[in-house]
């Protein structure tokens, strides 16, 4: 007997091509016992381990009878009546795969990639799919499982590892024997010892083909030892943290479905009549829902029990962001709960890190900006850049957060309304208004910093504090201010309208960064911000005792609205010239006379289509100006009184006043003022025929625009550039300079220096005979004029 079943195995053993220790790994024994069943060592093994040889070899009908016959203590069984004897059958593979989903929508990209991978037998395929709650990775992963099911002939194993659900995650040792038992392996032959029990799993997966889908797993190191080792075998893995530590596996990230994806999903739940009758209202809902499936799914199921409802009203439910999260609620489903297990789960977590990051949770959903930066995260959550970083690190891990960019954080809309949720709930009235504040001190600062590198000799400066600027970056120039405000420019405005709102938040802060922004709006042409900045400053100021700041704001407002109304229509609104009077009056009230003469300068750019009023107003800032000895003021005066004279025709008043602004300027050192007027001294040497002046001035203008960081003032002398050199018939020089114009007015978004560019580029294509290029610039500009 012993001879006859040692002979039978290493006959079978020889005839599949495996060594002794490559059949035990199959089988899930060791060499030793292999080669001591093939000696005869062991007279009558167990039934268990005959069946593992069997299913290892590869036996089947009646070679796999014969082969549990020879081990059996009487021998090959004898032909019995129908009954007698329980056939030996071979365990059905198993197939836990969940229900495959019938209409799954999008991620086609994906799919074909995870298709891919996991039909390589040459190696083991794992694809490790995370994102946040409901983006919709379990049911990628149970798609794409079914997708490949074939390939796997030996079984589709499943198992729910509970890393982000109010239940406690199953320990690895507990998803083992799951797993085990789901292949056949008997629960009293599984190993004590955790390492050695994933040993004898990677050896019951050897040679066979199975696919493993791990959903909903906690970390890597939950994850590990569920992975084959062998190739032949798959894993796909689904998760809420990037499992960025394991080796070897592919990893994907979801990101919420696009616009059409979405309204595909709400069609496949709601029905697709319904969205075909209303498909506006449809692409607002799933806007509404953040194009999250979950939620996109959990709408659609309520339209479906509803049918008597138009998809507009549920828009418009969804509308009220205080109800949106109540509205994505079925059952015992919905996006707030979904969210809701990670955050308690940080929050009850042994580790301070995890708890740090649940806390601070609430206090970014305060924030309203698109997106936030490090430093303001930090100032927003009171810690240093650095533990600030490893906070929304964290949280971007948990995909709680995206990395947009280095040092940039994003929110997810509904993540963001169950923020805000949970600071309400969380966060009291005077910690939200202390958090906003520090958020705005900072801005304060860069916005006085860089105030003071633009414009040092500035009247502004002499109501500021040298502390207002404290705890600005340490910028090295005006550049890099101003580029830190463009990176924040979308916040700026969000905080001021915040800050207005938020009890408790200082008004004088308010006024103070309005203030503040004077030069960077100035330099930047964002009249819009400007304009909603200053009407935030000045409700702030006239609610407070300090009549100066009223004054400066309401100049501010009053220079905002007349460039808004001249960029929109080309004339001056009423509002903004009645704002700049009342101004004047107030700081005559005061008798603050660098006032006077800051508001008089002001108003005489603004008037400059009524020449005898706005030059009775320059001169008079000339001689208040000239009288305090205030450089930076008359230099500013003499420019707007040489443009003045030039309006009226008197060329050579013109020019020598911009030749005094410019000596001037040099004087105190004022780069942006020198660009300035050096730009308008090359357009009256243009005009007047002196070509070679006209160059050298508009050449040093673009250079100092671009020392300085004002892309805007260095895209205007790029474009007067251009038209000179168009006047001498240089179209391929002209073509460059506004090349480079144009692409500086699309960084900063300036329409109408765009407009103006695209202008002269068709002129300089025409002259280079494109003119099909030509007509495509011309009909660009007009449809920016029209915008």
């Not at 490790?128 to 409901?134: L, N, P, R, V, W």
């Not at 042409?525 to 004054?551: H, I, K, M, N």
Request: hydrophobic fraction near 45%.
């Amino acid at each position: 007997m012993d001879s006859s079943f040692g002979a039978l195995l290493r006959g079978h053993r020889r005839a599949a091509g495996l060594t002794q220790e490559a059949l035990a790994e199959r089988a899930s024994l060791s060499g030793q016992a292999v080669g001591a069943l093939e000696r005869g060592d062991r007279r009558f093994p167990r039934r268990d381990t005959v069946g593992r040889l069997a299913v290892a070899l590869g036996l089947v009908g009646e070679q796999h009878a014969a082969f549990v016959a020879a081990a059996s203590r009487r021998g090959v069984p004898r032909p019995a009546a129908s009954g007698d004897v329980t056939p030996v059958t071979t365990p059905a593979p198993p197939r836990q795969l969940p229900p495959a989903i019938a209409q799954f929508t999008g991620r086609g990209s994906h799919v074909k990639a995870m298709v891919e991978l996991l039909g390589r037998s040459s190696a083991v395929g794992v694809s490790a799919i995370a994102g946040m709650g409901g983006i919709g990775k379990t049911s990628l992963a149970v798609y794409v499982g079914h997708r490949v099911a074939d390939q796997f002939p030996d079984g589709q194993l499943y198992l729910d590892l509970r890393g982000s659900s109010p239940d406690a995650p199953i320990p690895a040792r507990e998803a083992l024997g799951q797993l085990m038992r789901a292949l056949g392996v008997s629960h009293d032959e599984t190993p004590a010892d955790v390492e050695e029990l994933a040993a004898r799993y990677r050896s019951s997966l050897a040679g066979r083909r199975v696919l493993l889908v791990l959903d909903n797993a906690g970390d890597a190191e939950q994850v590990a030892p569920l992975l084959p080792g062998t190739a032949g075998c798959a894993a796909i893995i689904t998760s809420r943290r990037a499992l960025s530590t394991l080796p070897q596996v592919h990893q994907l990230r979801l990101d919420v479905l696009s616009e059409p994806e979405a309204v595909q999903l709400l069609a496949a739940t709601a029905g697709q009549s319904r969205v075909d009758a209303e498909p506006d209202a449809a692409a607002a809902v799933v806007r509404l829902c953040g194009r999250l499936p979950l939620a996109v799914h959990l709408v659609g199921a309520r339209l479906a029990a509803r049918p008597r409802w138009p998809i507009a009203h549920l828009a418009q439910r969804l509308a009220d962001e205080h109800r949106r999260l109540d509205e994505l609620e079925l059952d015992d489903v919905g996006v707030r709960a979904s969210f809701a297990v990670t955050i308690d789960q940080l929050a009850v977590s042994p580790d301070p890190r995890d708890q740090q990051a649940a806390g601070a949770y609430a206090l970014l959903g305060l924030f309203d900006g698109p997106d936030i930066s490090i430093p303001v995260a930090a100032r927003l959550l009171e810690l240093t850049d650095g533990d600030a970083e490893r906070v929304l690190e964290r949280l971007a891990g948990l995909h709680l957060l995206e990395a947009t960019s280095p040092g940039r954080y994003l929110l997810h809309d509904l993540l963001r309304v169950y923020a805000r949720e949970r600071a309400t709930a969380t966060v009291s009235g005077t910690d939200r208004a202390a958090a906003i504040t520090r958020v705005l001190e900072l801005y304060v600062a860069v916005a006085w910093r860089g105030h003071a590198l633009i414009a040092p000799g500035s009247v502004r400066r002499t109501w500021a504090h040298e502390l207002w600027a404290a705890g600005a970056p340490q910028f090295r120039d005006s550049n890099e201010a101003l580029a830190w405000l463009d990176e924040h420019r979308l916040h700026l405005l969000g905080a001021t309208l915040q800050a207005a709102r938020t009890p408790g938040v200082s008004a004088e802060l308010i006024v103070r960064l309005s203030v503040g922004l004077f030069t960077f709006y100035l330099s930047r042409g964002y009249w819009l911000d400007w304009s909603q900045v200053c009407q935030a400053g000045l409700d702030a100021a006239t609610a407070g005792p300090d009549r100066f700041a009223e004054a400066m704001v309401r100049m501010d407002f009053g220079c905002a609205l007349a460039d808004l109304s001249h960029a929109r229509s080309g004339e001056v609104a009423d509002e903004a010239l009645a704002h700049l009077r009342r101004s004047l009056a107030e700081f005559e009230a005061l008798g603050h006379r660098p006032g006077i003469a800051m508001c008089l300068t002001n108003m005489s750019e603004v008037m400059c289509d009524d020449l005898d009023a706005a030059i009775t107003y320059a001169e008079r800032s000339l001689a208040i100006n000239q009288e305090l000895a205030h450089h930076n003021g008359e230099a500013e005066t003499c420019e707007n009184l040489g443009s003045l004279y030039g309006r009226a025709g008197d060329h050579n008043r013109q020019l020598a006043y911009y030749e005094r602004s410019l000596a001037l300027n040099e004087h105190v050192g004022y780069d942006w003022g020198s660009a300035s007027v050096s730009r308008r001294i090359g357009i009256a040497h243009r005009d007047a025929g002196r070509h070679h002046e006209a160059f050298t001035a508009l050449q040093r203008s673009a250079a100092l625009f671009h020392k300085v960081g004002d892309a805007i003032g260095e895209a205007a002398s790029l474009e007067e550039l251009g038209q000179l050199h168009l006047k001498l018939g240089d179209h391929a020089a002209a073509l460059e300079n506004l090349t480079d114009g144009l692409v500086l007015a699309q960084e900063h978004e300036d329409r109408r220096r765009q407009a103006s560019i695209l202008r002269y580029l068709g002129e300089a294509m025409a002259g280079l005979d494109r003119h099909r290029e030509a007509r495509a610039h011309w009909h660009s500009a007009l449809t920016l004029d029209g915008q």
